[in-house]
C-alpha cells in the first residue's frame, strides 16, 4: 500500500521555464511534508518542507504547494537550470510515528540547456 | 544541520557474508534511522535507531538480518547479516532533531551482493 504517491516518473523542462513536480498522499494522519534532491552517488538532499497548518511554502526558487482537501503537494522550481537535474522524492511524515517518513518512489527531473 | 559521514561508500560482498554500515553524526541528534533504496525503487525504512536500546524495526525486517547498534547519540551502524543477491541495494542512514527542520542523510552505501 503506497502512501505517497508520486505518478510521474520522469519530467523534461526547458532551461528557466517552470517545473512542477506532483505528489499524492493517502494518508490524513500525516502532518508534514518534505521535498527531497538526490543526485546519482550521493545521499538525498533535504530542499523544502510544509506542514500541514500551511498551504505554501517559499524558499528562493522553490515553492512547495500542500492541498490538505485533495491530499496533494506540488513542488515549482522557478526559473529551471540544468543544475536542478536530478531525482526529488516527496515524503510525508507524522508527529505520532516517531518522526518516521514514507518517502514517493521519485520523479526524474531533466532541465534541457 | 547535522553532517553525516557514511561508510564504506560501496561494496561488493560474498553471498552469506555480512557487512557493517557506519554512520557518525558531527553534532548529538535525537533520532537516526537506517533507509534501503532497491534498484528502481523509493526509500523504505528498516528502522529506527534507538540510543541505548534495541531498534525499532518496520514491518519486513527484523533483527537478526539486520542488526543495528547505536551506542550514543551522534553514532549508528547496521549490519546486512548473512547477504544473498537481493539485498543488492543502497542502504542510508538519516538523523535528525525534532523541531529542527528537515532530515539529514548520509551520502549512501551501494551494497552488491554476488
Known amino acids: 500500500d503506497q502512501q505517497v504517491k508520486q505518478n510521474s516518473p520522469s519530467l523534461s523542462v526547458q532551461e528557466g521555464r517552470i517545473s512542477i513536480l506532483n505528489c499524492d498522499y493517502t494518508n490524513s494522519m500525516f502532518d508534514y511534508f518534505l521535498w527531497y534532491k538526490k543526485y546519482p552517488a550521493e545521499g538525498p538532499t533535504f530542499l523544502i518542507s510544509?506542514?500541514?497548518?500551511?498551504d505554501k511554502n517559499e524558499d528562493g526558487r522553490f515553492t512547495v504547494f500542500l492541498n490538505k482537501s485533495a491530499k496533494h503537494l506540488s513542488l515549482h522550481i522557478v526559473p529551471s537550470q540544468p543544475g536542478d537535474s536530478a531525482v526529488y522524492f516527496c515524503a510525508a511524515g507524522s508527529a505520532g510515528s516517531a518522526r518516521q517518513l514514507t518517502f514517493g518512489s521519485g520523479t526524474q527531473l531533466t532541465v534541457l540547456p | 544541520s547535522a553532517v553525516i559521514s557514511q561508510k564504506p561508500s560501496r561494496d561488493i560482498c560474498q553471498r552469506g557474508t555480512s557487512l557493517t554500515i557506519q554512520c557518525q553524526v558531527d553534532s548529538q541528534v535525537t533520532m537516526m534511522f537506517w533507509y534501503r533504496q532497491q534498484p528502481g525503487q523509493s526509500l523504505t525504512l528498516i528502522a529506527t535507531a534507538n540510543q541505548g536500546s534495541e531498534a525499532t524495526y518496520e514491518s519486513g525486517f527484523v533483527i537478526d538480518k539486520f542488526p543495528i547498534s547505536r551506542p550514543n547519540l551522534t553514532f549508528s551502524t547496521l549490519t546486512v547479516s548473512n547477504m544473498s543477491p537481493e539485498d543488492s541495494s543502497i542502504y542510508l542512514c538519516?538523523?535528525?532533531?525534532?523541531?529542527?527542520?528537515?532530515?539529514?542523510f548520509g551520502s549512501g552505501t551501494r551494497l552488491t551482493v554476488v
Open positions: 538519516s538523523a535528525t532533531n525534532p523541531g529542527q527542520g528537515g532530515y539529514t
Open positions: 510544509i506542514s500541514s497548518i500551511k
